[in-house]
């Protein structure tokens, strides 16, 4: 079957870049990103393309160069999955927030809403693509709706999970490790559809990673590989605690482990604490599967990297009151960074809005600087936790446009994500405007501790 037309529901972190780089790889293919979202579809048309809705490095510029030759974006849902022969399915499934498995499995809402728009609109055969993460054998439920309520239409399930990490997805979506397609591996049909999908990523993938499976293996596959990364990371903060007790420090014990080959030097970097939309979501849901199934071993396992990670993001903030002579009371303390990770402008589950809820019940004030994300989203990040009103954290909480300005008459401060701009920052200069004892807390390993000795602050790297 040769794919002329894609198209794409849900125009977010995962849908916007992955089609854009398939469009830039693809140029006789008709890529087109709907949402249910207008504002959102307005600003990847703004005829300004640093001005689409998400910050990856080398995002706008593929963006300027495909959009309006064969990538498209819209809020015309049925037009483009009528015109479609592939379609991805690349919506949000945020953890579930009431009724069963509430706090741990993935929400299916707007998944289902997605199906059955489809079933509604699509008059001839279709492939359709989870894109989105998803709990293993959701393929089973999208097949179930799609055939129950079209109108006699053949679809095709086929799993692709995303494996693109915020801050690098053009590069990761360019040159990706491996390509895991998941399809109907018994049929003829399930098989042409797989090939379909297979030679629109041959267009750039080399054949041999691209890999297929039954759906079920890439389903759970997605899963697992951000459980083990999540994992990783988890593992070096368990023993950045351990070093802090010790006088070990928790860099030297990473490059040490990493260099076995068998171990390996990524996600090896203690941290404040993982966040992003992908790790806790998709760990709780592995715990869910688990337990729905009865393995409690296997649950227990895997859900103590949560648990690790909330101590975490806790200790770090306890720290920092404790350091301050255990009150934080009316003080002003000063984050750099709210983004989860450098290089993009996504807070989802971010360290910095549990450690600044944690500071704030302590009666601080905060004083927010972060370079690609808007007071707004840092307002609404505060605001959902729902620790406080809405105009309690206006009042205790700013967000100013440099960190010299975050970090003026303050008594602290705080690294909560590893931007590039706060390795050059004139530390001297920050440090002279502050109230003294001056204190830094660096939740990122971002610093050199000696420079910050030197300049006088009291000064605490995670791990160390
Ligand atoms: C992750 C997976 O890497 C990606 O393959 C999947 O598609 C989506 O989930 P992402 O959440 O975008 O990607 O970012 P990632 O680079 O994995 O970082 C996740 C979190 O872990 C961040 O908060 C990061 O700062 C933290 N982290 C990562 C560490 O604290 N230490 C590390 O060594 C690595
Ligand atoms: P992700 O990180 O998985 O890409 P996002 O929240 O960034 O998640 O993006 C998901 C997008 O999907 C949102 O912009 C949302 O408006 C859109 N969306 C959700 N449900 C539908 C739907 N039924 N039809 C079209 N778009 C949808």
């Known amino acids: 079957m040769k794919i002329k037309n894609i198209c794409c529901i849900g125009a977010g972190y995962v849908g916007g870049p992955t089609m854009a780089v ?29 001005k689409i809705p998400i910050y990856e490095p080398g995002l706008s510029e593929i963006v300027e160069e495909a959009r309006g030759r064969n990538l498209f974006f819209s809020t015309d849902v049925a037009r483009a999955i009528d015109q479609a022969e592939i379609i991805f399915i690349s919506v949000n499934t945020p953890t579930k927030t009431y009724g069963i498995g509430k706090g741990m499995a993935a929400d299916l809402k707007w998944i289902e809403l997605c199906a059955r728009q489809i079933a509604e609109v699509a008059k001839d055969s279709k492939i359709v693509v989870e894109k989105s993460t998803l709990p293993v054998r959701t393929a089973a439920a999208l097949k179930d709706i799609l055939d129950s309520t079209g109108n006699g239409v053949k679809f095709q399930i086929l799993s692709n999970p995303e494996f693109l990490a915020e801050g690098t997805a053009v590069e990761d979506l360019k040159n990706p490790d ?22 629109v990523y041959a267009s750039w993938v080399p054949r041999e990673n691209i890999l297929t499976t039954n759906v079920w293996s890439s389903e759970l596959s997605k899963l697992t590989a951000n459980a083990f990364l999540a994992q990783r990371v ?16 928790v860099q030297e014990v990473a490059k040490a482990v990493g260099m076995d080959s068998r171990v390996g030097p990524k996600f090896l970097k203690a941290s404040v604490g993982f966040g992003g939309s992908c790790f806790q979501k998709d760990i709780l849901n592995l715990v869910y599967i688990a337990k729905s199934f009865g393995l409690k071993e296997v649950a227990d396992y895997w859900e103590q990297v949560i648990i690790m990670n909330d101590h975490q993001k806790r200790r770090f903030a306890a720290n920092m009151v404790r350091k301050m002579y255990n009150t934080v009371s009316g003080k002003k303390i000063a984050v ?47 605001n959902y936790l729902c620790t406080r009103s809405e ?54 390993r971002l610093l050199e501790r000696d420079t910050k000795e030197k300049i006088g602050f009291e000064f605490y790297a995670i791990g160390n």
């Open 22 to 50: 398939i469009a830039q790889k693809c140029p006789n293919i008709a890529v087109t990103v709907v949402d249910i979202n207008e504002k959102r579809i307005a600003q990847w048309n703004d005829p300004d393309a640093e």
């Open 178 to 199: 491996r390509v895991l397609i998941g399809g109907d591996v018994d049929t003829l049909e399930g098989k042409e559809a797989m090939d379909a999908l297979v030679n």
């Open 234 to 249: 988890s593992s070096i903060n368990a023993m950045s605690e351990l070093c802090e007790k010790t006088g070990a420090d």
């Open 336 to 382: 750099l960074g709210w983004a989860f990770k450098k290089d993009t402008n996504d807070t989802r589950e971010s360290a910095a809005i549990y450690v600044a809820d944690y500071l704030l019940n302590e009666q601080a004030e905060i004083v927010v600087y972060d370079p690609k994300v808007t007071e707004e989203q840092i307002y609404s990040d505060l």
């Open 391 to 444: 105009e309690e954290n206006r009042k205790f909480v700013t967000v100013v446009d440099s960190p010299m300005e975050a970090c003026a008459q303050a008594h602290a401060i705080a690294i909560l994500t590893e931007w590039d701009e706060f390795k050059v920052i004139d530390w001297r200069k920050i440090y002279e405007d502050m109230l003294k004892p001056a204190f830094l807390f660096d939740g990122r």
